[in-house]
């Protein structure tokens, strides 16, 4: 038996295998907030940040409060500042001295009036003479920086600057127009006269920020001057612009400032006097690679510490930041890390980046997986920020990590911006956006007797057919799909990790195929559609009885009328028989509608069905936005009742929620599609027959209403919910109710052995209207 050394932090010894730990991964994704955060956008520049309300809700998911949590790679300092908000210890890491002042910067207490008067005290010295630049001839710019010392500046700029070369930049000096170059001049000696050395980190942290709007890289929006930023942000590399979007360094530097107190203000309210040096925070500037070294150097506990670890790790190749941290490593007079070390800056050229990528990247990425899975206690969660278009790292990293004991259990796709990724613009590069990847440290065989052998959970004799199934699954739900919805769906789904596991170089093929738009050997066929592409099914192929049978009904009937333009009831009603009869199943044909399934893409004009392009698509963004959108707006307002709360009693309800969290692995299988629709009966229910009585139907409202993902939605989150604003006989009520209309025979007959289908008779339009419930063909 393992004995733990002494833990960090004070924490009390606890058995490796934690009580608190959880088994469920993080399955859907988070809306971002992190553009409205002060503390965030407005603090500091640091490049690669990642939105906090991301954060959050990962820490949230994976710790309790006073755990620790581990970010290797913590540049900007998100980890940490969130960590702190929500009471967790955070240890964060960081090779580049500018992420350790800035993330130091965010979470240390500071005396904001000493602050402001620091600021005064710099406005009176240099405010003045700095804003008279702009009237100074240039030969006199010229004599005063002969003054200065300015071999800081001499380092070379590499072959980093595409365009500017050309531009007579050479040198880092270069980068300066020799009127903002002054101006940072005689403000970096205001600040370095600070004496209060908290006050002048924040100071610092301000120059800094200054520093991304003084150089020649800095491109100014037309739609405002603050929106706009550094080229390598812009073009995903470093372009000078051929006009200078000139500001004054001060104006400049007051309005970072402001920003950077107030998102001082607004951390240091949250955080209040949880931070504590050493206790709760340690930061430890060194190379993730070395973690174990580094801590041990530090007096620190260096295995088995870690309850949770996320970070977002440099993928060097796609994202070079290397110039930038040059100019603040010479203006903030730091020492640049070791470039052996460092992971953003390439190992190769940009010629040979494109070609694959590099073994070296590969092998410092995973050695410091290594690094963490060490760190982590057994049992932890790891969560890595995957943000590359070349999945060869995404196989690096999946692989590799099995040698630390590190394995990976699922991935989430995380878009940056969720009500615009609904419109994705380059289909193609939608695996380019964020993907969360999962992982928890778990021997073998525990891994095994909690998420299953990977073997046993392969549903498909092969990826081939399992990507030919998806992307029916697809184009039957989307009433055909365009390119942009297919790469959404079939790329995550294709990274599943029940299905690659010792298949990935088959995944990344079928991937490859879906890149080039070669989807007619995965049984599919492209039409043209107006000004959006679409690919519908190669007539004759067999659409997979797994699939929802109202989903293939309607898609069925879609397809024909498609190609006829107009059909009678009776046309209609003959081709839908003639599928039904061809089921496995015999369905109860009295309950049996079909003007629902029609009004998704037809209309009915003179008692003849017209096909309509515009009901199709109002219908198929309504699936979009379903597929889409996420419960996490209303998380926190269940979270926020601090009403007592009293459980909610209702029988199967916890079996229904296991069972469901199965079945979110198989979203093929006929099981989570009735799951889905009974949960989808069982908020419709609450909806229709509660509105009246409980205050949180508003919240609940919408989830009817389609703008919650269902998949999202806990069972839990339901019952706090409702309970926290409604009185016990409104709970009974609610549970006679559902008992007797939505679950009634399915569960006390079977014991969940689902023999019945819950759905509202008029299918999708449950989504605007979804007033009737039914029970439908009992076996
Ligand atoms: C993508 S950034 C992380 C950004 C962070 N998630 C945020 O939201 O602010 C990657 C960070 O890894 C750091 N880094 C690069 N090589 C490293 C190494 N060997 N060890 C530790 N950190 C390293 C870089 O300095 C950079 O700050």
């Not at 993730?288 to 620190?300: D, K, M, V």
């Not at 998380?635 to 199965?662: C, H, I, K, N």
Request: hydrophobic content about 40%; some cysteine; proline content about 5%.
């Amino acid at each position: 038996m393992r004995t733990s050394a002494a833990q960090p932090h004070g924490l009390p010894n606890r058995h490796p295998l934690q009580t608190t730990q959880v088994d469920e991964p993080m399955r859907d994704y988070v809306q971002p907030i992190g553009r409205k955060l002060a503390r965030h956008y407005g603090f500091h520049p640091f490049p690669g940040r990642k939105d906090p309300g991301v954060v959050q809700a990962y820490i949230r998911h994976y710790t309790q409060p006073d755990q620790t949590v581990l970010d290797v790679f913590g540049g900007g300092g998100v980890t940490a500042r969130e960590a702190l908000i929500l009471r967790r210890r955070a240890i964060v890491m960081d090779i580049n001295p500018v992420a350790e002042l800035v993330t130091r910067a965010s979470v240390l207490p500071v005396d904001l009036e000493k602050l402001d008067s620091a600021f005064q005290t710099i406005a009176r010295e240099v405010a003045e003479r700095i804003l008279a630049i702009d009237e100074m001839p240039a030969a006199e710019i010229e004599r005063t920086l002969g003054e200065y010392d300015l071999s800081f500046l001499s380092g070379e700029i590499h072959t980093l600057i595409r365009r500017g070369a050309a531009r007579g930049i050479r040198h880092l000096i270069d980068l300066h127009d020799p009127r903002q170059l002054l101006g940072l001049l005689l403000l970096r000696d205001a600040i370095r006269a600070e004496a209060d050395d908290r006050i002048r980190l924040m100071l610092r942290v301000a120059f800094s920020h200054t520093l991304k709007y003084a150089t020649r890289m800095f491109k100014a929006k037309r739609t405002g001057y603050w929106a706009g930023d550094s080229s390598v942000f812009l073009h995903f590399a470093y372009v000078v612009p051929e006009t200078l979007s000139y500001k004054n360094v001060w104006l400049i530097f007051e309005h970072v400032f402001a920003n950077v107190r107030k998102g001082k203000a607004e951390a240091q309210r949250l955080i209040g006097d949880f931070y504590q040096e050493g206790e709760t925070f340690s930061f430890i500037r060194g190379s993730a690679l070395n973690l174990q070294q580094e801590l041990a150097a530090r007096g620190l506990p260096a295995n088995e510490f870690a309850d949770y670890c996320i970070t977002d790790p440099p993928y060097a190749e796609v994202i070079q930041y290397p110039l930038l941290f040059s100019i603040w490593y010479a203006w903030l007079d730091v020492e640049a890390p070791a470039l052996e070390q460092d992971l953003t800056v390439p190992t190769r050229s940009e010629s040979a980046r494109r070609e694959g990528i590099s073994e070296e990247f590969v092998r410092k990425l995973t050695a410091s997986i290594g690094a963490i899975s060490r760190a982590l206690r057994t049992g932890g969660w790891l969560t890595l920020f995957y943000q590359h278009s070349n999945l060869s790292y995404w196989k690096a990293i999946v692989e590799g990590a099995g040698e630390y004991d590190l394995r990976y259990v699922n991935l989430v796709p995380q878009p940056q911006n969720v009500k615009s990724f609904a419109q994705v613009k380059h289909p193609f590069k939608a695996i380019a956006g964020t993907l969360m990847l999962n992982l928890r440290k778990l021997p073998a065989s525990v891994h095994e007797a909690i998420y299953g052998r990977p073997e046993n959970r392969i549903l498909f004799p092969s990826l081939h057919k399992f990507a030919e199934l998806e992307l029916q699954r697809v184009i039957v739900e989307y009433l055909g799909a365009p390119t942009d919805v297919i790469a959404y769906h079939v790329i995550p789904a294709l990274l599943n990790p029940n299905l690659v596991s010792g298949k990935v170089q088959e995944a990344v093929d079928l991937i490859e195929l879906i890149r080039e738009q070669d989807l007619e050997p995965l049984g599919a066929e492209h039409v043209p559609n107006g000004e959006k592409d679409l690919w519908m099914l190669k007539p004759g192929v067999e659409i997979d009885p797994a699939l929802d049978f109202y989903d293939r009904l309607r898609y069925h009937l879609f397809a024909f009328l498609r190609r006829q333009k107009e059909a009678t009831q009776l046309e209609l009603h003959a081709t839908a028989s003639e599928m039904i009869a061809s089921e496995p199943h015999r369905m109860q044909t009295k309950l049996f509608e079909l003007a629902p399934l029609l009004s998704e893409f037809a209309e009915l004009q003179d008692g003849n069905w017209h096909y309509s392009p515009e009901a199709r698509r109002r219908a198929v963004q309504m699936r979009l936005l379903l597929a889409r959108s996420s419960a996490d707006e209303l998380r926190p307002v269940f979270f926020q009742a601090d009403t007592a709360l009293l459980p909610l009693r209702m029988q199967g309800l916890s079996e229904l929620s296991s069972r469901y969290s199965q079945a979110v692995d198989r979203p093929l299988s006929g099981e989570y599609r009735t799951l889905q629709n009974l949960l989808v009966a069982v908020l419709t229910t609450i909806r229709d027959r509660f509105s009246s009585q409980l205050t949180s139907v508003s919240a609940i409202g919408p989830l009817a209403e389609g703008i919650v993902d269902l998949r999202n939605l806990e069972l839990e989150d339901l019952s706090l919910g409702l309970i926290s604003h409604s009185s016990i006989e409104d709970a009974v009520q609610l549970e006679t109710t559902l008992a007797k209309e939505v679950f009634g025979r399915v569960f006390l007959n079977s014991g969940i052995m689902f023999t019945g289908l819950v759905r509202p008779l008029e299918h999708s339009s449950w989504l605007r209207t979804g007033n009737h419930i039914t029970l439908l063909g009992q076996e």
